[in-house]
């Protein structure tokens, strides 16, 4: 059982390059999730998916996008990367609503924008 | 909007030592989620406890328990018998609805 899995681990952009980034749950969970951890801070959510077709922003959506088309798949599309995306970014997945709630993390993509 | 509060940056503690990790937040909504993560060095965030809000009993995990006092909103974790496998950073997060809003962590140590 993989539970969710990103790809890629590391990566080095230029600035004003894109890149997707890859997360795949395997759990059948409706909720995903993409978070940002810069550097001694906790998570920032930057969007989410309630289910296939639906996604919504977070706090931080600026300079991202997302689509969801499966429920399995939740790619981070960034577009013209700029220095201020350097960061470590993790997808996470959660059944739902209901108790215990929980969401399930990612090993986490490391970007860093030169 | 829901914030998390995590005043102490750092924290060390002796091997087999108690230690307590503070928490606290700020929400006007009556049915919520509380959890603690453990960040290692890996990065993997994993879930060490987790607390629902209408339960008047305190989480535990093995080691891990908490002390979730709603009224003060404040959610501590407690770390019994503390091991070197323990030294990471630790978030607190809190859940309503479909999203999670996560304090800035707190870095343990553990003194051998």
């Known amino acids: 059982n993989a539970g969710v899995t990103q790809t890629p681990k590391f990566r080095i952009l230029k600035i004003g390059q894109s890149m997707t980034l890859q997360c795949t749950q395997d759990?059948?969970?409706?909720?995903m999730y993409w978070y940002r951890q810069d550097p001694g801070m906790g998570l920032k959510l930057i969007y989410y998916s309630v289910g296939a077709g639906i996604t919504d922003k977070g706090e931080v959506p600026n300079g991202y996008n997302v689509s969801r088309s499966t429920t399995e798949d939740f790619p981070l599309r960034l577009e013209l990367a700029a220095p201020s995306q350097t960061s470590v970014y993790f997808c996470?997945?959660?059944?739902?609503?209901?108790?215990?709630?929980?969401?399930?993390f990612g090993p986490g993509t490391r970007l860093t924008v030169l | 909007a829901q914030t998390v509060t995590q005043s102490q940056p750092e924290m060390s503690v002796q091997e087999a030592e108690t230690v307590t990790l503070s928490c606290t937040y700020d929400?006007?909504?009556?049915?919520?989620?509380l959890f603690w993560y453990k960040q290692p060095p890996s990065r993997q965030m994993i879930l060490v406890i987790r607390q629902e809000a209408y339960k008047q009993q305190n989480a535990t995990e093995n080691r891990f328990s908490v002390n979730f006092q709603k009224a003060a909103k404040s959610f501590s974790l407690k770390i019994s018998d503390s091991q070197l496998g323990d030294a990471a950073m630790y978030f607190c997060a809190y859940r309503s609805n479909s999203k999670l809003t996560f304090g800035k962590g707190i870095t343990l140590s553990v003194r051998p």
């Open positions: 759990m059948n969970h409706n909720y």
């Open positions: 996470a997945s959660s059944p739902g609503l209901a108790p215990p709630a929980t969401q399930y």
């Open positions: 929400t006007s909504e009556s049915d919520y989620y």
